[in-house]
């Protein structure tokens, strides 16, 4: 069940005005069980901060097919994002592939341009790379595992900065978790994969027969 919402929007949206647009909610949080997409060709769609608290974690699905969007640095969980055009900014502060439910998404690049947060951008399901570009932009891309369902990264030729595997507090504790690699990727800068517990490990591994290469660039660490 959803969390309770000062406001409930179910209606699909499309953004294709010519010039800058803001989508904003000066407080509170709004729940939208819908699909938003965009398919601007100039301009930029800005969500500003504490526009959409909850907006993306009850979206449907997010597609960006032209133009640019900013997330600022709004508080932002996107079940579902797919890009094939245009260019997507992530602020301090997102999360894609889950919502508040614990459900699983994906995030899909199939073009046009991802730029990661400077700070942290935290990945949930399953996470797509065949073409376009993803941007580290010297950040930290932190994978994070939130339920027993297995997420797989399929990041071709994909350069991150640095890059965290973890588990949310969601987690069963009776279940094992697995992040599965099918494609070899680059990290520039730093590798940690976090602990899980003695009856509840993190495993980060191959999905089938082929065993991908990550080649890291900086350290390697497993905490304790």
């Known amino acids: 069940m959803a969390p309770s919402a000062n406001s409930i929007f179910y209606a699909t949206v499309v953004f294709n005005g010519a010039g800058d647009q803001t989508l904003s909610k000066t407080s509170g949080t709004i729940q ?34 032209g133009g640019s969007i900013s997330t600022s640095d709004t508080a932002m969980k996107i079940l579902n994002l797919t890009l094939s055009g245009g260019t997507f900014t992530a602020g301090s502060n997102v999360t894609i592939g889950t919502d508040d439910t614990g459900d699983l998404g994906a995030f899909t690049l199939s073009g046009g341009t991802f730029v990661a947060s400077s700070g942290t951008t935290i ?41 965290t595997f973890t588990r949310s507090a969601l987690v069963n504790i009776f279940f094992n978790y697995y992040t599965y690699i099918d494609v070899g ?40």
Do not use: C
């Open 185 to 224: 990727f680059t990290v520039a800068g730093n590798m940690v994969v976090e602990n899980g517990t003695g009856v509840n490990p993190i495993f980060v591994q191959s999905r089938n027969s082929v065993n991908p290469t990550i080649t890291v660039q900086g350290n390697l660490t497993f905490p304790n």
């Open 123 to 163: 990945f949930s399901g399953n996470f797509t790379r065949t073409s376009g570009t993803y941007t580290h932009n010297s950040g930290t891309t932190k994978f994070n595992m939130v339920s027993q369902n297995s997420n797989i990264i399929t990041a071709t030729d994909v350069i991150f900065n640095n890059i």
């Open 32 to 65: 939208a069980s819908t699909s938003w997409s965009s398919t601007k060709s100039t301009g930029t769609l800005v969500i500003s901060s504490y526009s959409v608290a909850n907006i993306p974690s009850y979206a449907d699905t997010f597609t960006w097919t």
